[in-house]
């Protein structure tokens, strides 16, 4: 069974940066997609990133591209999300997401995940 634990959210003025992390345990296949999603009231849950655990390759969604950028700690089974130049419509809850994968092209999709984390709120102010 995978478990994801997040952590690294809080407040931020406009311009700001914050790093998220996603602790998984319980991997057991050699590759995994590791995706971010975040979720506003009002919005659908929206697929941020994706780091494939395996190969390392990266994919962003066109709102955060440049700005944010993900990363792991293979030593650690942890992933990164920093995020600098945060926007006021970058608040929201943030979520990291896992499923086997070596590929991963339809990381968009939160139906394509098993594992979810708790959440993390991030909330940036004008």
């Known amino acids: 069974q995978v478990q994801l634990v997040e952590s690294g959210g809080g407040s931020v003025q406009a311009g700001g940066s914050l790093r998220l992390s996603c602790a998984a345990s319980?991997?057991?296949?050699?590759?995994?997609?590791m995706g971010w999603f975040r979720h506003s009231p009002g919005k659908e849950r929206e697929g941020v990133a994706v780091?494939?655990?395996?190969?390392?390759?990266?994919d962003y969604a066109d709102s955060v591209k440049g700005r944010f950028t993900v990363s792991q700690d293979n030593a650690k089974n942890t992933v990164y999300l920093q995020m600098n130049s945060l926007k006021p419509e970058d608040t929201a809850m943030y979520y990291c997401a896992t499923q086997a994968g070596r590929y991963c092209y339809t990381w968009r999709l939160r139906n394509e995940y098993n594992y979810w984390g708790q959440g993390t709120q991030v909330t940036v102010s004008s």
């Open positions: 780091i494939v655990t395996g190969t390392g390759r990266t």
């Open positions: 319980g991997y057991t296949y050699s590759s995994y997609c």
